[in-house]
């Protein structure tokens, strides 16, 4: 069964600076997605980041990178230069290419605040 | 022009009501999903519906139904409401495509009293 596991179930990091956000993930599957979603206080989803596990070069979006190690199974999100607006839930999830209907298997996630 | 949109988007309401939820999308996309997030903030896939036929039901109580009456939309009912049941309820869509993500609706805030 496919799992993801995110272990900072909250993270401090002053303004402007970089700031990782850990994920790491389990499958038997050879094909699959990997994504980075952010949940502002007032609720909604918004997607950040995709990750294919074929892919050679980690993904990179503005100030978004994964940190993809496929090796030990991770992907971390790094945020650089942080901005008072990044204060907010963040989740990765996964999806198996193939199967499951496309379904996405969320993390625990991680509550970033942003210090002025 | 919302994208995939959900009313109500708050509902507060008395144990052993029913109620319903509804979803529509404008995306032209053609597989639906109803997620779960609890109290804590963990989601958790509910159904999915591809082209009006259900193709993901994950173990959810008997007293949730969805159904879709066209691809655009996917309503979600729930009877006999339990405290356990409150929650954020979202919708979402994607389109073909292994690289495509989900597009969530805003949520609906239930509450059960």
């Known amino acids: 069964a496919q799992k993801i596991t995110q272990t900072q179930p909250g993270m401090f990091v002053q303004e402007k600076e970089a700031v990782t956000l850990d994920c790491t993930y389990d499958?038997?599957?050879?094909?699959?997605?990997l994504f980075w979603y952010k949940q502002p206080s007032s609720g909604e989803m918004i997607f950040l980041i995709y990750?294919?596990?074929?892919?050679?070069q980690n993904a990179t979006e503005g100030r978004y990178s994964l940190n993809f190690q496929k090796a030990r199974k991770s992907a971390n999100l790094v945020i650089s230069a942080s901005q008072l607006g990044d204060s907010a839930m963040y989740f990765c999830?996964?999806?198996?290419?193939?199967?499951?209907?496309?379904?996405?298997?969320f993390g625990q996630g991680t509550e970033l605040s942003v210090k002025p | 022009d919302t994208a995939v949109s959900q009313t109500p988007k708050y509902l507060v309401t008395q144990m052993g009501n029913d109620k319903s939820i509804k979803c529509e999308q404008n995306?032209?996309?053609?597989?639906m999903y109803w997620y779960k997030q609890d109290s804590k903030k963990f989601l958790k896939i509910m159904f999915s519906?591809?082209?009006?036929?259900?193709?993901i039901n994950e173990t959810v109580p008997n007293r949730f139904s969805p159904k879709s009456p066209d691809k655009a939309h996917l309503n979600l009912h729930i009877n006999s409401l339990e405290l356990g049941d409150s929650a954020v309820y979202f919708c979402?869509?994607?389109?073909?495509?292994?690289?495509?993500?989900?597009?969530f609706g805003p949520g609906t805030r239930l509450l059960v009293l």
């Open positions: 999830a996964m999806r198996d290419v193939y199967n499951q209907g496309g379904k996405l298997i």
């Open positions: 499958t038997s599957d050879q094909s699959y997605g």
């Open positions: 995306l032209g996309h053609d597989t």
């Open positions: 519906y591809n082209n009006k036929e259900l193709i």
């Open positions: 990750q294919g596990s074929y892919d050679e």
């Open positions: 979402a869509s994607r389109p073909l495509g292994n690289r495509e993500t989900q597009y």
